[in-house]
């Protein structure tokens, strides 16, 4: 069966905010002072009652909040401890306690503006926990907001992490056939330097898919120099248009893999199939190649693979997915993403700002 791998970056926040943060006290006052100026509007019969409707909401409600937000900051170096579901428990239970102390024991404060009961009591203390439950999710929530500025540089930073793990990765194989053969080390080293050329000659964030696809295939030509006829490749990229952008170095890391965990641990090596095509307005790459189910002597730390999905997510967010097929002797992935076209009046070469406009 297929293993799904989520690509989505904007993954929940697993920490309670900081009740010590002033801006965290701020938001919540004005967070929970909106919601009573909701309230107090619908419940209001003219517009001279929305005041009144305040200062009766606010008798019980301001109390509960000043002295909830107290014991938070208090507390908050314990609460820093905790899991986030025992910390979101102990929040609950905690507005929900300083709620019923507040109602039962503030004396006469309450007596013309808040009705008396057990079902008054209940109810109460049940709102302030749903209030307090929604300012959690709002702050969990908040840091998962994507900012462009922030998106930008994490992206820059995944594209130049994969650069230094795909030259030791290249450098490796080029040393792999030095001592047995140094005149084809030393083309190799000559075909290295073309690849870092072709692999440093884009700015953007997407690239040609001719781009791509050469530069995969210059990588392979360095395996091949290594493996020889062990490493045997197919291309199936009849059906791929030429003005599509994928992410750069895309390709690459997929093929590293392929080769390291699948041709290389195999005496007689195999093929690795490469399809890249269009449907409707989706490209998809998939990769084929053959596994020992046993015995690999390469584990490997996925770094690459992260560092593709992340960056799927971070250019793509749900639009692009990232499949993985793991047979008894084969691994198949099969990545999907949006079909972004290249202007026509650019050249990736020549314009460093490309214009991309989505299919």
């Known amino acids: ?22 801006g965290v006290i701020l938001r919540s006052l004005l967070l929970v002072n909106s919601m ?3 309230l107090a509007i619908a419940e209001a019969s003219s517009w001279q009652n929305i005041a009144e409707r305040m200062i009766d909401i606010s008798a019980l409600l301001q109390p509960v909040l000043l002295l909830s937000l107290l014991l938070l900051f208090m507390l908050n170096p314990w609460l820093e401890r905790l899991t986030y579901k025992q910390g979101t428990t102990v929040v609950l239970l905690l507005a929900m306690t300083v709620t019923l102390m507040i109602y039962h024991f503030g004396g006469q ?10 079902f008054y009591s209940g109810r109460n203390a049940l709102l302030g926990s749903a209030i307090a439950g929604l300012l959690l999710v709002y702050f969990r929530f908040r840091v998962c907001v994507p900012s462009p500025v922030l998106d930008e540089a994490r992206l820059q930073a995944l594209q130049a992490r994969i650069r230094p793990h795909f030259l030791f990765n290249t450098i490796n194989a080029v040393l792999g056939i030095m001592r047995a053969d140094p005149k084809r080390a030393e083309t190799a080293l000559e075909d290295m330097a073309d690849l870092f050329r072709m692999a440093m000659a884009h700015d953007g964030d997407l690239v040609p898919v001719r781009q791509e696809v050469a530069l995969a ?29 994928l992410p750069p170095l895309i390709l690459q890391p997929l093929l590293e893999n392929a ?27 998939e990769m084929y ?33 990232y499949t993985v097929e793991i047979g008894k002797n084969f691994y198949r992935v099969h990545i999907k993403l949006p079909y972004v ?6 050249h990736p070469f020549r314009d460093k700002g490309k214009v991309k406009t989505l299919a």
């Open 1 to 22: 069966m297929p293993k799904m791998q989520s690509i989505n970056q904007n993954t929940l926040s697993n920490a309670l905010p900081n009740f010590r943060s002033w």
């Open 36 to 38: 009573v100026l909701l």
């Open 109 to 118: 404060l309450f007596v013309y503006s808040i009705a008396h009961g057990y």
């Open 217 to 245: 295939r210059q990588y392979l030509a360095l395996e091949q120099l290594r493996l020889g006829d062990r490493l045997k490749v197919n291309w199936y990229t009849e059906n791929m248009p030429d003005d599509a952008l």
């Open 259 to 285: 080769v390291y965990h699948g041709i290389e641990p195999l005496a007689k090596g195999g093929f690795v199939d490469i399809k890249l095509y269009r449907n409707d307005n989706e490209i998809h790459c």
């Open 289 to 321: 190649n053959p596994r020992q189910e046993q015995g690999s002597h390469h584990v490997g730390n996925k770094m690459a693979l992260r560092n593709i999905r992340e960056r799927l997510a971070l250019q793509f967010n749900a639009d692009a997915s």
């Open 341 to 346: 076209k290249e202007s026509p009046q650019s």
